[in-house]
């Protein structure tokens, strides 16, 4: 006999065994007992949900000649037929290869005629959004109107491609996806009721439920996979994580430590012991963007973490740890730099290449210009002037995540860390920006002109950055070949202001507000005397 996989077999016999989705089962249920069954249908969530399941569970309630509390009976000559994919009364259609107008005729051909045997005929249309134009304007009046005998349901993944006529005519149901525990109790059920007890860790199972990503069909799929490949042997979480190309949340730890660290070298090595070992680098960074996830909700819910977070003891405590040294704002730049690199590796044949470049720039913040890397950049410097000031005063840090000081990542409170620049600030350069107006008044013309309207800021490095808008003053610094020149003579002008060496960077913005949105305005922090010409 023929191996049927595990989705297949394990496939809800009753409503009962349905999970996730008990909203919908009562009123499916309600609708048979009480006798109120309507004519169409729309079952629409994310693949795996039970959308086919419920389909076929209702198609068999309908027709059962003796149903226990609305479900099918199982024993009665129709439950068996249509289980057995030999019923008449149930026709399944997969529009992605049946979407013409040829193939809905077929059917408004069919429902003419009433069935041989049992109450309905019932018609499941698969992946519905793939039906053409054409095929939904040819659906249209019978679904609205079909013979009494006749119930049609439509399932899809993409709901929003499914066209407004349709939806009005059609009882709407949304599945959920199924959580973590939800998954695994299934599994646990529907294998204890097989008689199969298969020898596997819990921690392996629940690492599967956790990878189904709330399908209850991958999460079939992926243990089949694992006890295949693995037949005959006890299951463990080392062995799931082989198949599945998956990376343990230890290497996650020492990941994270070595970006607080700004460990550009150590992120570099565990990476390389990743690639390996063999392990999936696009799943790599879905798991390290959901571990990175899981720290943020440490750090925001307090006690209550354990809660709202599927993880072991071991690994919440080791969280617990590191949300102490992590600032919440960092945290949330990390997550949305690899959020943005799940995006661009996807269809990339440089994956590697492409983790390593979202890695330096978590190191090394000074790289990134937008808003929420403002406060990694105060920190990143003020941790490089206390190395220079050796035995000085430590600079004040913005206040850790562990001590109850969360940061916020709204407008006032980057007002509020702006506050603590200066100290970060090397002390030419805040001698330049206080007197400005001066210096600018000192030099030749164009540049004295072009630099009125410029806007101050911070660099890499500490160097003084000059921001200018497009157009005449951006490119009397930028556009070669004078622009060159041009900016030699203005950090030779700086340096002998300030009585030593001034490095600068030029850059380009097109309006006002963008500065606004991506730069610290050193003069909003710094004394800036008024020049009179």
Not at 115 to 130: L, N, Q
Not at 425 to 446: F, H
């Amino acid at each position: 006999m023929s191996y049927t996989a595990m989705y297949r077999r394990f496939r809800p016999s009753r409503f009962e065994e349905v999970k996730g989705q008990e909203a919908i089962v009562t009123t499916l249920k309600n609708q048979i007992k009480a006798d109120r069954i309507g004519h169409a249908y729309l079952f629409c969530g994310t693949r795996g949900t039970g959308k086919t399941s419920i389909a076929k569970l209702f198609a068999k309630s309908v027709n059962c000649e003796h149903p226990v509390d609305g479900s099918p009976c199982m024993e009665c000559p129709s439950c068996r037929a249509i289980a057995a994919g030999a019923s008449m009364n149930v026709v399944e259609i997969d529009a992605a290869s049946n979407n013409g107008v040829d193939n809905i005729r077929e059917i408004i051909d069919e429902v003419s005629y009433s069935p041989t045997e049992g109450r309905f005929r019932v018609y499941i249309i698969d992946e519905a959004h793939m039906l053409s134009p054409g095929a939904f304007n040819a659906l249209l009046k019978t679904l609205e109107e079909p013979p009494s005998y006749v119930i049609f349901i439509l399932a899809t993944t993409e709901v929003n491609r499914i066209p407004v006529t349709i939806l009005s005519r059609c009882q709407r149901y949304d599945f959920k996806r199924l959580t973590v525990e939800q998954i695994e109790e299934r599994m646990r059920e529907a294998l204890a009721e097989a008689g199969e007890t298969p020898d596997i860790e819990d921690r392996a199972l629940r690492f599967i439920a956790r990878a189904a990503d709330g399908a209850m069909r991958d999460a079939w799929s992926l243990l089949d996979q694992c006890m295949a490949f693995h037949f005959g042997k006890r299951l463990t979480y080392d062995l799931v994580l082989d198949v599945l190309g998956a990376v343990d949340t230890e290497v996650f730890s020492r990941l994270l430590r070595s970006i607080l660290d700004r460990d550009v070298t150590g992120c570099i090595r565990i990476l390389e012991e990743i690639v390996m070992l063999g392990r999936d680098l696009g799943q790599f960074v879905t798991d390290f963007t959901w571990y990175l996830r899981s720290l943020l909700l440490v750090q925001t819910s307090g006690e209550d973490s354990r809660e709202v977070i599927d993880i072991s003891g071991e690994n919440l405590t080791r969280l617990e740890e590191e949300a102490k040294l992590a600032q919440t704002d960092a945290v949330m730049r990390y997550i949305r730099n690899f959020s943005e690199l799940s995006g661009q590796i996807r269809f990339s044949g440089q994956k590697r290449i492409l983790i390593e470049m979202t890695l330096i720039r978590l190191c090394r913040p000074q790289m990134e210009t937008k808003t929420d890397a403002l406060l990694d950049r105060i920190r990143s410097l003020e941790q490089t002037v206390e190395k220079l000031q050796s035995g000085a005063i430590a600079v004040t840090a913005a206040p850790a995540a562990g001590s109850g000081g969360t940061v916020s990542q709204t407008e006032q409170a980057d007002r509020d860390a702006v506050r603590q620049l200066p100290a970060a600030v090397p002390e030419d350069v805040k001698r330049i920006v206080s007197n400005w107006p001066a210096i600018v008044n000192g030099a030749a013309q164009p540049m004295k002109s072009y630099l009125k309207g410029a806007k101050l800021s911070l660099g890499g490095d500490g160097k003084l950055l000059v921001v200018l808008e497009d157009g005449l003053p951006a490119d009397y610094f930028l556009k070669e070949p004078i622009g060159t020149a041009n900016r030699e003579a203005l950090e030779i002008m700086l340096s002998n202001y300030a009585g030593k060496k001034v490095e600068t960077e030029i850059r380009s913005i097109r309006s006002k507000d963008e500065f606004a949105d991506s730069y610290v305005d050193l003069s909003q922090v710094i004394h800036m005397d008024i020049e009179e010409e």
